[in-house]
Structure formats: C-alpha cells, structure tokens
C-alpha cells in the first residue's frame, strides 16, 4: 500500500477540527443539555458569590475597627448583647487581629453602632440585589432539563428504564433559595 492510499484509509485528524480548531466530538443532547444548565446555575451562584463579597466591603471596614478596640471574640458584653465572633466567616472576612487593650466604652459603643448599621445597610442591599436578578433564563433550561433529559437520554440508550436510572429533577431557582445559599448577615444586637 503506498503513502498517498494509507493517508486515504487512515481517519485525518484535521477534518475532525472545527473551525476553531477544537476537536468535533458529538456529543448527545442529553449531556449537552445537563452540562448546560449546570453552567448556567453554577454561573448564577459566582454571579451572587462576587456580588456579596463586593457589597460586604463596609462590614469588613466595621469588623476590623472593632478588632482594633476589643481584645478577643469574648470581648463584647459592654457593646452587644451576644457574641459577634461569628460574623467574621460569614461576611468571608479576614481573620481580626484583636488589640491588645480595649477601647474606651464610648468608643467602643460607638463602632458597635456603626457595625450594626452597616450590616443592617448590607442585608438591605443584598436582598434587593438578589430581588432584582432576571432568573427566568436559568429556571427555563432547569424546566427543559426536567422535561426533556430523560427522553433524550432514552432515545441514546434505547430504554426508558437505564434513561430513568438516577434522574433526579432540579429544583428551580427562586430569590429565597438564593439568599439561603447565599446569606444576609445576622444583625448583631447593640448594648444599649
């Protein structure tokens, strides 16, 4: 067999490139389709992730002034009513590297003051963010995928039952699932 008649028989790898130059594999609907939706609902939630950490800019600048006049997570009972050391992971912020002598009382009422406004100004914000995302697109592709995976699947595998196996229906998205997932912060309650 020549050169010219194995290049004929051989499959070109070439002609199996798009015209970007990636590799065309075809791909079933089904897998398309569920690789689809999880794009889309995994970019709705680095979507909220971005958008909170940016909105919590405030809250971080309040944690770290009441770092700076209290000694420890425990040193709170002159300005809160309860501890507030669970703030700190859940506004993502860093760590507080605490002061080694407390602030005056006033001083430190009045950063408590600050910080409970702060985080009060953040949920509010946060839930109208979260209120005013357009969420139609995601809840569409989480409806179709719900209707028409499983049949796609049937139509590969040739049987209804194998295409049914370990299906599970999405749970489409709503402003209250996101801001479960994505949490407004618990109002720390000032010592009056």
Not at 147 to 172: D, N, Q
Request: contains cysteine.
């Amino acid at each position: 067999m020549s050169e010219s008649e194995a290049d004929q028989t051989e499959p070109n790898l070439a002609s199996a490139l798009d015209e970007n130059g990636l590799l065309a594999l075809d791909v079933p609907a089904f897998v398309r389709r569920g690789q689809d939706v999880e794009f889309l609902i995994s970019s709705l939630h680095e979507r909220c992730r971005r958008h909170r950490l940016a909105r919590l800019d405030m809250v971080h600048v309040r944690l770290r002034q009441w770092a700076k006049v209290a000694t420890g997570p425990g040193d709170w009972a002159d300005a809160f009513l309860g501890p507030i050391d669970g703030l700190w992971p859940l506004a993502e912020a860093e760590s507080p590297a605490w002061s080694r002598r407390p602030g005056s009382p006033r001083q430190r009422r009045a950063i408590a003051r600050d910080l409970v406004a702060s985080v009060e100004r953040f949920n509010e914000r946060w839930a109208a963010f979260v209120a005013r995302l357009d969420i139609d697109l995601v809840n569409t592709a989480i409806e179709h995928y719900n209707a028409y995976y499983v049949i796609e699947k049937e139509c590969v595998l040739g049987s209804a039952r194998l295409a049914a196996m370990f299906f599970t229906p999405l749970v489409k998205v709503s402003a209250a699932s996101l801001l479960a997932d994505h949490p407004p912060l618990p109002v720390p309650e000032p010592n009056a």
